[in-house]
Nanobody, 126 residues
Framework: QVQVVESGGGLVQPGGSLRLSCKASGFMLARYTIAWFRQAAGKEREGVSC????????TYLDSVKGRFTISRDNTQNTVYLQMNSLNAEDTAVYYCATDLTFDTTCPIPSYAMDFWGKGTLVTVSS
């Protein structure tokens, strides 16, 4: 059964850091492009970051460039999102997703994603 499960969310103060994990099961994560999305209350879902399978090339939402870093550990079948210098605008539910298509170029729009996790909540507040 194909599945991705996010973890690592929580409450953090402005300026703090969190590392989110996206654990894949039922498929080899190394073969597929993985992306992180987020959805804040009352807002549309937006793409945050993406990592391509073949060359680990990455893309980022402009507002997180220089603060967030996406990476993968194929031995753990896991993709990470390191988030630094968090601010209130980063508060959202964060999802990882894949289109389960070999080596798709980043970024991938949300409508093209076939498999989603249930999300992990990140709250940035003092």
């Amino acid at each position: 059964q194909v599945q991705v499960v996010e973890s690592g969310g929580g409450l953090v103060q402005p300026g703090g850091s969190l590392r989110l994990s996206c654990k894949a099961s039922g498929f080899m994560l190394a073969r597929y492009t993985i992306a992180w999305f987020r959805q804040a209350a009352g807002k549309e879902r937006e793409g945050v970051s993406c990592i391509r399978s073949s060359d680990d090339s990455t893309t980022y939402l402009d507002s997180v460039k220089g603060r967030f870093t996406i990476s993968r550990d194929n031995t753990q079948n896991t993709v990470y999102l390191q988030m630094n210098s968090l601010n209130a605008e980063d508060t959202a539910v964060y999802y990882c997703a894949t289109d389960l298509t070999f080596d798709t170029t980043c970024p991938i729009p949300s409508y093209a994603m076939d498999f989603w996790g249930k999300g992990t909540l990140v709250t940035v507040s003092s």
